[in-house]
T-cell receptor, first 113, second 112 residues
Framework: DQQVKQNSPSLSVQEGRISILNCDYT??????FLWYKKYPAEGPTFLIS?????DKNEDGRFTVFLNKSAKHLSLHIVPSQPGDSAVYFC????????????FGKGTTLSVSS | NAGVTQTPKFQVLKTGQSMTLQCAQD?????MYWYRQDPGMGLRLIYY???????DKGEVPNGYNVSRLNKREFSLRLESAAPSQTSVYFC???????????FGQGTRLTVV
């Protein structure tokens, strides 16, 4: 059973607009959430993270929002740029359980100019 | 700074052959991981090593074995390769098991 779900396989956005990528999780033990970006033929690269004690974390054009009651997080990219076109993975871990990161299936973002 | 280095980058195996994927990190990280990426399946955890001397199964461990050779190196072994193991394999490392992981460039394995 999937513990981290990214229900939208793809998203298309115009340059300059906002991109919103969503992620849901089922394990209430998860307390640390991350977003990774992956270009073809490369390894995933860390983008931004958020701890369960926060509900928002911002880094430049990237903001992650966490809604613990809904077990939902989202990644906002503003403004979107063509270079943001990639696969975005949501990941989660449970500090107390000491388990490794569990990833979602990914969302392919396409930003057109 | 090399980060996480995986060898080989590409490999073709025949069904039943064995091979070992090598991974080394130079960031003095305690934890290391092996993931596989398949179309539509995302990144799935095969095995991980929270610290030197320990290994644990992930989501899809069947058909694989691992060795944490030392703090720097974590290898993944396929004893008898099957076509279902055709995938892109990623090694990663992190300071501790629940912090951001840094990934290698991947090994594209095809089993025919």
């Amino acid at each position: 059973d999937q513990q981290v779900k990214q229900n939208s396989p793809s998203l298309s956005v115009q340059e300059g607009r906002i991109s919103i990528l969503n992620c849901d999780y089922t394990n209430s033990m998860f307390d640390y959430f991350l977003w990774y970006k992956k270009y073809p033929a490369e390894g995933p690269t860390f983008l931004i993270s958020i701890s369960s004690i926060k509900d928002k974390n911002e880094d430049g054009r990237f903001t992650v929002f966490l809604n613990k009651s809904a077990k939902h997080l989202s990644l906002h990219i503003v403004p979107s740029q063509p270079g943001d076109s990639a696969v975005y993975f949501c990941a989660a871990s449970a500090n107390q359980a000491g388990t490794a990161l569990i990833f979602g299936k990914g969302t392919t973002l396409s930003v057109s100019s | 700074n090399a980060g996480v280095t995986q060898t080989p980058k590409f490999q073709v195996l025949k069904t039943g052959q064995s091979m070992t994927l090598q991974c080394a990190q130079d960031m003095n990280h305690n934890s290391m991981y092996w993931y596989r990426q398949d179309p539509g399946m995302g990144l799935r955890l095969i095995y991980y090593s929270a610290s030197e001397g320990t290994t644990d199964k992930g989501e899809v461990p069947n058909g694989y074995n691992v060795s944490r050779l030392n703090k720097r190196e974590f290898s993944l072994r396929l004893e008898s390769a099957a076509p279902s193991q055709t995938s892109v394999y990623f090694c990663a490392s992190s300071v501790t098991v629940n912090t951001e992981a840094f990934f290698g460039q991947g090994t594209r394995l095809t089993v025919v």
